[in-house]
């Protein structure tokens, strides 16, 4: 029993490098975005030894969640004056792509 938990804390990250190697080729082939399922354990497995990776991990979860709008340069499209009680409520240009460029 000792040996088996001995050999599993280095087993773990081999075996989690073979696996990730085994996706990023799968992954190229098929020109699959997205983010391979080793790099979430891998991220997993770090956090549980260092604590500011968790804190790094919980933070990006949370700003993945905050809507963008304000940090694309573009200009609001709810405007809202309280002074003067007036909200102006600009149409989405459906024709444009993205950024505005057609």
Known sequence: M???LSLAIP???ILLVAV???ELRRQKRRNRPGTPL???YINEFTAMFYGTKRMELDHRDSMSMMRKEDAEGAPP???VDLDRGIAVLRPEDRDSGPGGVS
Request: overall charge negative; glycine content about 14%; proline content about 7%.
């Open 11 to 13: 087993g773990v990250p």
């Open 2 to 4: 000792e040996t088996v």
């Open 38 to 40: 080793t790099a979430t």
């Open 20 to 22: 990730g190697v085994y």
């Open 77 to 79: 499209r709810v405007d």
